[in-house]
T-cell receptor
Framework: GQQLNQSPQSMFIQEGEDVSMNCTSSSIFNTWLWYKQDPGEGPVLLIA?????ELTSNGRLTAQFGITRKDSFLNISASIPSDVGIYFC???????????FGAGTRLTVKP | DGGITQSPKYLFRKEGQNVTLSCEQN?????MYWYRQDPGQGLRLIYY???????QKGDIAEGYSVSREKKESFPLTVTSAQKNPTAFYLC???????????FGDGTRLSIL
């Protein structure tokens, strides 16, 4: 199946810094999703993207659906301690029954 | 509250034993999913169901079984044929085509 490459694998940043992470695919996707997972819990949806070139914000989070439809990025501005967790990208071709997930970016925010 | 409930939170399996993980949703979602999560890896799809009494294998269905007798329930059985069952199991559901999946809080399965 399609492979999603998510980078970086982990990030250690100071509180207040901006963060950027991205996902690339060998295949075209029609939907890109970004989730956050806290330890011992299920992933929570942050942003859903449905159109190439789409740029969507959710508070301090901004995500973009790449023009080629093979990539997406997530930015977090002015990070705070509660941003700590694992961020996953997910892509789908057909109606989100076939979602593929990246391996996650583990974010640590130092106060 | 509306949501997806997985139980138990922690489960232990003995050698040769089948265990069943529960997933219930009161969101009236048609589609439900089971994923397996291993450290440092993305989620991998085990089974999914789009309607009652119908389900499809995902990428790693071997050693697992499911049923969908009711819209709100999609239990997963980890059989003794699954030789490496230790993982975090996540259930998800979604409202309709092109809607994003939403997840329960997971069940952590370990071997005794």
């Amino acid at each position: 199946g399609q492979q999603l490459n998510q980078s970086p694998q982990s990030m250690f940043i100071q509180e207040g810094e901006d963060v950027s992470m991205n996902c690339t695919s060998s295949s075209i996707f029609n939907t890109w999703l970004w989730y956050k997972q806290d330890p011992g819990e299920g992933p929570v949806l942050l942003i859903a993207l449905y159109k190439a070139g789409e740029l969507t914000s959710n508070g301090r989070l901004t995500a973009q659906f790449g023009i080629t439809r093979k990539d997406s990025f997530l930015n977090i501005s002015a990070s705070i301690p509660s941003d700590v967790g694992i961020y996953f990208c997910a892509g789908s071709i057909a109606g989100n029954n076939d979602m593929r997930f990246g391996a996650g970016t583990r974010l640590t925010v130092k106060p | 509250d509306g949501g997806i409930t997985q139980s138990p939170k922690y489960l232990f399996r003995k050698e040769g034993q089948n265990v069943t993980l529960s997933c219930e949703q009161n969101l009236n979602h048609d589609a439900m999913y089971w994923y397996r999560q291993d450290p440092g890896q993305g989620l991998r799809l085990i089974y999914y169901s789009q309607i009652v009494n119908d389900f499809q294998k995902g990428d790693i269905a071997e050693g697992y079984s499911v049923s969908r007798e009711k819209k709100e329930s999609f239990p997963l059985t980890v059989t003794s044929a699954q030789k490496n069952p230790t993982a975090f199991y996540l259930c998800a559901s979604k409202e309709g085509a092109w809607q994003p999946q939403h997840f329960g809080d997971g069940t952590r399965l370990s071997i005794l």
